[in-house]
């Protein structure tokens, strides 16, 4: 993949979901808006990421994305303690 297309599948409204937890929740969100999506497919070493890289998205996505979308999705759902 080129740098362009890297870079134009970051943005906003584009599929890759790559950035800050906040970022990357609030293209879930959008996502959802738009499609109704009720589950979602994670490619979490794409790019040949390291290991431990990989591990930190991953925990990342259930602490801090998955929260969050739920939370924007469903106000009134209660995250379990």
Known sequence: MSR?????GTGPDRP???GTAEHVAEKLVRLHD?????????LA???GLPPGRVRES???LGR?????VRAAIDP???EPA
């Open 58 to 60: 991953v925990h990342r």
């Open 76 to 78: 009134t759902r209660k």
């Open 34 to 42: 738009v499609v109704g999506y009720d589950r979602v497919q994670l």
């Open 64 to 68: 801090e994305i998955a929260p969050a």
């Open 16 to 18: 890759l979901m790559i």
């Open 45 to 47: 070493d794409w790019g």
């Open 4 to 8: 362009p297309d890297f870079t134009d």
